[in-house]
């Protein structure tokens, strides 16, 4: 896959489903094997799956990697 849009579509999809874990997969297979990087939403789409799927520790962990290693600074909805 070459398109963000299409990357966070799958992850909100996963996620909305309450399949927070191929939500991760896919982030994390984005992340490692894809040229395209994720973007405020799509960190916005990971963040809100493992949220509502109770993985709280992987949610931490990815909006640590938001903030050092992709320098986005999270707003309101990121927090919450």
Known sequence: L???VVW?????GYGIHGK???ALETF???VKSSEVKP?????LS?????SHSGLIH?????????VSDYRLVPNLEHYA
């Open 28 to 30: 994390n297979h984005m």
């Open 39 to 43: 973007n405020e939403v799509t960190f």
């Open 8 to 12: 966070t579509s799958l992850i909100t």
């Open 46 to 50: 990971i963040l809100s799956a493992c």
């Open 58 to 66: 992987d949610g931490l962990r990815i909006f640590e990697l938001m």
């Open 2 to 4: 070459k398109d963000t």
């Open 20 to 22: 927070g874990a191929k």
